[in-house]
């Protein structure tokens, strides 16, 4: 009788000793591993550093595509690059470290992480591919390393939550839509001399949408893709009092600053209270002005600042 009952618990125990399903597949090439396609992954995951003794060096082309319920991603330094479209579709992927090892991301990897908020994009990466966070619809933080020169056609199209980025001195290139429909963005703010654009890369972003550049770099303009473009950290702007005199048309003086600078006129008639009266972008490093409101008052200070 007790062998009767023994019987089924010891199939039991056979049953529950069983290894579940791998989460992550690897292969080998030459002297070294990847991770191959891995559809049955889910929560947070680890990937190994080595594969039977072979360093895990790439995430394979659809590795992780379409693991819906693929929450985070541990990644190692031995991993250099991700391939095409590694985890598209991932729409639970709320976390994900890039490694510096890791010099290269393929086209459309984390395209429709729907779930994905923030992601740095380490120094060693040199280029941001096509459609790479494409459909990134909650990301509402991005960093990227100093070292990326190209971002590519459509790299962020559709970060509806994206309010603002910045780009690094290092990009020399912005590609066709980069920023195609983010329709929260409304900073743009550059850290070097003005990128080439190659397409239309601000279409369809927020209205009141700005890029801002810092005083020294060079190839900017009044706009930029066009949008407004704002220097900052500019010499504050200077009002001259040596041409200042009445003209028929109003009190009139010259205000100074730096080509593209844009200057916000102020004026007040007791030092506490101003008021906007004129805001001008330069063309040149000074330009004339004229209060035409001036005979209306027994007396008007005036004040210039950036804007």
């Known amino acids: 009788m007790n062998a009767k009952i023994l019987i089924p618990l010891l199939t039991l125990a056979c049953l529950l000793a069983v290894p579940a399903t791998a989460q992550v597949n690897y292969a080998v090439s030459g002297s070294t591993a990847y991770v191959t396609s891995s559809p049955n992954a889910t929560g947070n995951i680890v990937i190994a550093s080595t594969y039977n003794g072979f360093p ?4 394979g082309p659809q590795a992780f595509r379409n693991c819906t319920n693929l929450t985070g991603v541990t990644i190692p330094n031995s991993v250099t690059n991700f391939g095409l479209s590694a985890f ?3 729409d639970s992927l709320t976390n994900v470290t890039i490694p510096d ?3 290269s991301i393929g086209d459309y990897a984390f395209y429709s992480c729907t779930s994905l908020t923030n992601v740095t994009i380490p120094n060693s990466v040199t280029r941001i591919g096509n459609y790479v966070f494409s459909y ?3 990301l509402t933080s991005i960093t990227i390393g100093n070292r990326v020169t190209l971002i590519g056609y459509q790299a962020f199209s559709y970060c509806a939550s994206l309010t603002s980025v910045t780009i690094p001195n290092s990009v020399t290139l912005i590609v066709d839509q980069a920023l195609y429909s983010c329709t929260s963005l409304t900073n743009v703010t550059f850290l070097g001399n003005a990128p080439i654009l190659n ?3 601000f279409y369809n972003v927020a209205a009141g949408a700005k890029v ?3 005083y020294g770099a060079s190839g900017w303009g009044p706009t930029y893709g066009g949008l407004p473009a704002v220097m900052l950290d500019a010499p504050p702007p200077q009002i001259g009092t040596a041409s200042a ?3 028929p048309g109003g009190f009139r003086f010259t205000f100074t600053g730096v080509t593209n600078q844009t200057i916000l006129i102020e004026a007040s008639t007791n030092l506490v209270n101003w008021q906007p009266i004129r805001t001008n972008t330069l063309s040149a490093v000074s330009a004339d002005f004229v209060d035409s409101e001036s005979p209306n008052h ?3 200070f005036y004040r210039a600042r950036s804007y």
């Open 199 to 201: 397409g239309t890369v």
């Open 56 to 59: 895990v060096v790439s995430i």
């Open 136 to 138: 990134c619809t909650s």
């Open 101 to 103: 090892s890791v010099t």
């Open 212 to 214: 801002y550049y810092y």
């Open 88 to 90: 598209h579709s991932c």
């Open 245 to 247: 005199d009445v003209k």
């Open 298 to 300: 027994p007396h008007r």
